[in-house]
């Protein structure tokens, strides 16, 4: 570890070492303090991350490093998803406390740690992050600064609120931004530290290649950020560049497949050809066409695979209304926190978890593997990316519920807890790096950061192709960008 710590700390810069010295300066002095690292991607922040926690880990010292995202939470040294270290509740209420114990193992670390390194915190909902103040002021109440937020201990956000804030299903604009980090009471007690400097512009191997990435960066900065087609009301439109853009199409689907996915017959058992690149879409109708669409073009046979649907009855209070509740009804139900009734594979279908199964095999919420082998009640997969590249991996069925149910009554549903994944949706791609990337807006955006989302999961202008067109199918060379630019006010 002191030679991992020497390795990193020698490559940072000097933003980056002054920031760094402040966080080490308050966990050595061990005085109440928390930060908030502002940063758009590419400025470092996982670098600051791995260096900080090498710092502790170098001398016998614990830092928890946890995240937002299933998927992002593999990139940090250690690191876990926030909900799975701190058994933070789900659904999370505005007096909710973590399932932790005073006197178990996990209260016992939790007293004994000098760092907690928070990643993606605007994706969290503020009574997430407030539970967990709860619970620290709780565990450390023995402690002389058991009373300040979050029992004294030195806590470090990270993250960029250009991206997607918090879901609030059917919330409003002032619904979301007032679940935001920045809206609760944690926020008078921050400090936003913030980083400037693209890092991969240090990577470029021409002057041209950096003068390009500095230009889409920046273009990226001003979509994020509402400044392009100001004032915006979360409903302006920005025009797009038309070399990003396919401008010709008799059927949309069969182009943006044809331009994200080319030469697909030749590659589609190809790990690298699948794993860099997707098509995001705004919504879940449309991201089922195009998967259904890509397998219908992949030799081999379609397996189809069911789902066992029932009703909770511990929450139903007249037993008649489960007789109303028929089989063929709640197979139809679809939510976004659910896969649908009805799954489709061929062996080589690239897929994407729903569900946390083995963290620390790098299988969580998001985790994308390929289709090895199919039985009738287990799927056998490889991982495609991260620290369990190419292991082989198995996928039982499992009950699945919202935790906020959507419908007047609890929903089980028992199946593989996968998705196919040569689409995805919009929201479901935020953590994901990919080098070719088709957005694909048959319709607009609807909440803050979505168009910012899509563009910024590729490095370079030239990863990026765009197909937009109205009810009819003529093209669009503009859309609707969503900003909430009073996120902002605070930051």
Not at 92 to 117: G, H, W
Not at 321 to 349: Q, Y
């Amino acid at each position: 570890m002191n030679s991992e710590f020497e390795n990193l700390f020698a490559a940072l810069t000097d933003e980056q070492r002054g920031i760094y010295e402040k966080i080490i300066h308050a966990v050595e002095s061990q005085k109440p303090a928390v930060f908030f690292l502002h940063g758009y991607g590419g400025t470092g922040k996982t670098y600051m991350w791995r260096t900080l926690a090498a710092a502790l880990r170098s001398k016998h010292d614990i830092c928890l490093t946890v995240e937002t995202s299933g998927i992002a939470s593999l990139l940090l040294p250690g690191g876990r998803t926030t909900h799975s270290k701190f058994r933070i509740p789900v659904p999370t209420m505005d007096n909710s406390t973590c399932k932790v114990e005073f006197n178990d193992d996990v209260a016992d670390m939790l007293r004994q740690t000098k760092l907690i390194i928070w990643d993606e915190a605007p994706m969290a909902h503020k009574y997430a992050i407030e539970s967990l103040d709860r619970t620290l002021k709780d565990i450390m109440s023995a402690s002389k600064n058991s009373t300040d937020v979050f029992g004294g201990k030195v806590v470090v956000f990270g993250g960029d609120f250009r991206q997607i804030l918090p879901v609030v299903p059917r919330g409003s604009r002032s619904d979301i931004v007032h679940c935001a980090i920045n809206a609760s009471y944690i926020w008078h007690s921050v400090e936003v530290l913030t980083l400037t400097r693209n890092m991969r512009l240090r990577t470029g191997s021409t002057q041209t290649d950096k003068n390009e990435i500095a230009q889409f960066s920046d273009w990226l900065l001003r979509i994020g950020e509402g400044r392009i087609s100001e004032p915006n009301d979360g409903t302006a439109e920005i025009n797009i560049p038309p070399d990003i853009l396919i401008t010709e199409f008799d059927d949309p689907i069969v182009a943006i497949v044809n331009t994200t996915y080319p030469d697909f017959i030749n590659n589609f058992q190809c790990v690298d050809y699948l794993k860099s690149r997707a098509i995001l879409a705004s919504t879940l109708e449309i991201v089922d066409q195009i998967n259904d669409h890509i397998l219908n073009l992949m030799p081999g046979e379609i397996r189809d695979y069911y789902s066992a649907n029932s009703v909770d009855k511990s929450e139903i209070h007249d037993p008649a209304v489960v007789d109303i509740l028929t089989p063929e009804f709640l197979s139809s139900l679809r939510t976004s926190v659910l896969p649908n009734h009805h799954l489709k594979l061929k062996v080589g279908t690239p897929i994407m978890l729903m569900r946390n199964i083995d963290q620390s095999e790098g299988l969580c919420n998001d985790t994308r593997l390929c289709i090895t082998k199919m039985a009738a009640h287990v799927l056998e997969a490889s991982i495609m990316g991260g620290k369990g590249l190419g292991n082989l991996v198995y996928i039982p069925r499992m009950d699945m519920s919202p935790s906020q149910s959507p419908w007047p009554f609890k929903l089980n549903r028992r199946r593989f807890p996968i998705i196919v994944s040569y689409s995805m949706t919009i929201n479901k791609s935020q953590g994901q790096s990919l080098d070719n990337v088709g957005l694909y807006l048959p319709r607009d955006v609807f909440t803050h950061g979505q168009i910012y989302v899509a563009l910024s999961r590729v490095t370079t202008k030239k990863g990026i192709k765009i197909l937009i067109h109205d009810e009819e199918k003529n093209f669009r060379g503009k859309t609707t960008n969503g900003v909430y630019k009073e996120v902002f006010n605070n930051v």
